[in-house]
């Protein structure tokens, strides 16, 4: 017969137990299991929840139908669009612009697609749109001003001062009120243009326009056939030289077709046919008292 063994139980934990211990003592497994798993089970039980019940298609449907409440209140509705100050030529291409069906909702119509599309237009340097409570849709517009009339070959357009196009017509007789200036290039130098034509005043009547040459200089004509051809460099100083010998000896009224100015420093005129045919006149004459 074998002894039995007595004696004290062993203390020491198993290596399962140890093991486990161990894991528990760090911070981030604690935080696990502390709060990642109740959080992942009450995710879980919500998500079988609204399966079950549906909720997520409840939930879309109550929104549809709040915004569709939202939608038909008449403080929303859109009757009308204004185009305030500005002209009908202008109000109607803005309108058109626009793109805005009416009667429209002011929750669905994009103010600020509106407010691009209507910028688009050549004629109309900014703009505002903001639906009003009234039921309105106002649409103010910052129109540009044409200050000259551009050809260019059979192309006829209205330009600001920057040069930028604000309309095209289909005669320059449109706008009789507004100078003329022609030529390839004349739309990139409109702020030259409008100084060449403010010291051209004292012959404001007789002007026909300004024309651009080979993309590089002005030539200034006027009636009766009379052309002032201006240098590429300093334009104005020459122009100015010009009028004032004009308003000193009455230049532009004498029989002349052209005063060249492109080489300043020694200016030549062309006299008409007539003047020439004068002039040979004369100096005969002179020669024949001379013998």
């Given at each position: 017969m074998l002894p039995v063994r007595t004696g004290r139980r062993d203390p020491a934990p198993s290596r399962l137990r140890y093991r486990?211990?161990?894991?528990w003592l760090r911070?981030?497994?604690r935080r696990l299991v502390n709060f990642g798993v109740p959080m992942?089970?009450?995710v879980l039980g919500a998500w079988t929840l609204a399966a079950e019940l549906d909720l997520r298609t409840r939930a879309g449907d109550a929104a549809a139908a709040l915004r569709d409440a939202l939608i038909d209140r008449p403080q929303f509705i859109i009757t009308e669009i204004t185009v305030?100050?500005?002209?009908?030529?202008?109000a109607e291409q803005i309108l058109t612009?626009?793109?805005?069906?009416?009667p429209a909702n002011s929750l669905e119509v994009d103010v600020s697609a509106v407010r691009a599309r209507v910028e688009d237009l050549a004629a109309v340097e900014r703009a505002r749109v903001r639906a009003l409570a009234s039921g309105v849709l106002e649409i103010r517009a910052i129109e540009r001003a044409p200050v000259v009339v551009w050809r260019d070959g059979e192309r006829v357009q209205l330009l600001d001062q920057g040069g930028v196009r604000v309309a095209e017509v289909d005669s320059r007789l449109r706008r009789i009120d507004l100078p003329l200036i022609a030529g390839a290039g004349a739309d990139a130098?409109?702020?030259?243009?409008?100084?060449?034509?403010?010291?051209?005043?004292?012959?404001?009547?007789?002007?026909r326009g300004l024309v651009r040459v080979g993309g590089r200089r002005?030539?200034?004509?006027?009636?009766?056939d009379q052309v002032i051809l201006l240098p590429e460099d300093n334009p104005h100083a020459a122009l100015r030289s010009v009028m004032e010998t004009h308003a000193r000896s009455d230049l532009l009224a004498r029989d002349v077709t052209v005063i060249d100015m492109r080489n300043p420093d020694r200016p030549t005129a062309r006299l008409t046919e007539h003047a020439r045919a004068e002039l040979e006149r004369l100096r005969a004459m002179a020669a024949g008292e001379d013998a």
């Open positions: 486990l211990n161990r894991l911070p981030g497994f992942l089970a009450g305030p100050d500005v002209s009908e030529d202008l612009a626009a793109f805005v069906s009416l130098r409109v702020p030259e243009a409008l100084a060449l034509l403010d010291l051209a005043k004292p012959v404001a009547p007789r002007l002005w030539d200034l004509v006027l009636d009766r």
